[in-house]
């Protein structure tokens, strides 16, 4: 495996992103480029470097530097891990490894204690004349993307470093089904009005001349039978 140093012509790629476009080295000219490789889409320590990549990508942008991930991931993979981070960055799919190997970055590494073939998380800046500026192969995530953005964009304020923390806050970000309302309480049933009690009638009042009659008959029924009795 043949690494890349300072002043050596970058090797020529035209790669599939995820942005539906494809990205060569001849489209690049005239500017600097940042290029990382690493191994897969969504891992822990992808996926914290990406973050930071992207962090830092207003401020690459506003000094006229171009910023590329690369990994052997599909397009459409590159747009699933694009959408659930709310990655800035362009992501390169290079499934021959095509690329890969034409930087030295693909081949025999240590893993959990045991030698494997595989992607070499590595970063190249190349530039406007399309010749390696800054090679770095072996990469640890932790302060890298912060080391690069100090090397290439003079006065850079550092990004503040992503954490474990970010992949899950990211991640759930995915809208949740609204939680749903609880139910109105019912309100309870009005008193039930009682009837109004009805008011006894007026007693009529006996006209005086009717009174004075009723008393006179009585008189006469009771002179008839006392002269009966006699």
Known sequence: MTQLRPG???PAFDLDSDAGTRVSLASLAGRTAVIFFYPKDSTPGCTLESIGFSRAEEQFRAAG???FGVSRDS????CRFRDRYALKVPLLSDPDLAMHRAFGVWGTKMMYGREVEG??????VIGPDGRVVLAEYGVKVTGHVNRVLAAVVSGAA??????PDDMTASASDEKKPAAKKAPAAKKAPAAEKKPVAKKAPVTTKTPAAKKTATVAKKTATAAKKKTSAK
Request: no cysteine; charged share 15%.
């Open 75 to 78: 397009v459409a993979s590159h």
């Open 158 to 163: 550092p990004i503040t470093e992503p954490t």
């Open 119 to 124: 992607t070499i998380r590595s970063t190249f």
């Open 65 to 67: 530097v171009a910023v």
């Open 8 to 10: 050596d012509q970058a």
